[in-house]
């Protein structure tokens, strides 16, 4: 029953509107995982609050960051990528079980932001959604958009004909 919702609600976007929606619901994701509230100069998640709650915190995090890397799935990103996401979340739920410190080291690492860079990142490169323009014209409430490990590569300008209904890239 529960994977017949998820096939019906969830699937492959097939419209470039339909690709900026997921993108944004991914973006959304990160933010409030990562990163929706500053706390003495530092961004502050969901996902670091509820790890204060022992080992349920910890998997509540988990199950948030899993859907995201789902919704990043219908994609159809490469395997070698979503091992990388998979990865990121493994990292952060197994630090975040350390009592105290895997908490507060929990603040300082951003799965969710480095997931959301991962898939950027195959996105322009797919030329998929023009990442840039969508996050110029749907900026956070908070004014800064989620940063990732890897800067150089998506400060990039956009991929050429990315957006512009043109398929020769001019």
């Given at each position: 029953m529960i994977m017949e919702y998820i096939k019906s609600y969830h699937r492959e976007p097939?419209?470039?509107?339909?690709?900026?929606?997921?993108?944004?619901?991914i973006r959304t994701i990160a933010y409030?995982?990562?990163s929706f509230a500053t706390v003495g100069g530092l961004h502050v998640?969901?996902?670091a609050i509820v790890g204060f709650i022992p080992v349920i915190g910890d998997f509540l995090g988990l199950f948030a960051s899993l859907y995201q890397v789902f919704l990043c799935y219908l994609f159809g990103i490469p395997m070698h990528l979503m091992l990388l996401m998979l990865a990121n979340v493994l990292i952060d739920f197994v630090v975040g079980l350390v009592p105290w410190i895997g908490d507060i080291l929990d603040v300082f690492?951003?799965?969710?932001?480095y997931n959301l860079t991962?898939?950027?990142n195959w996105l322009v490169e797919n030329r998929l959604v023009d990442v840039h323009r969508y996050n110029r014209e749907h900026p956070l409430s908070n004014g800064m958009e989620p940063e990732g490990r890897n800067r150089s590569r998506s400060s990039r300008a956009p991929a050429a004909g990315v957006g512009t209904g043109s398929s020769r890239g001019y």
């Open positions: 097939r419209t470039e509107d339909e690709r900026e929606k997921l993108y944004g619901r409030w995982l990562d998640g969901l996902e690492y951003k799965s969710n932001q991962i898939l950027s």
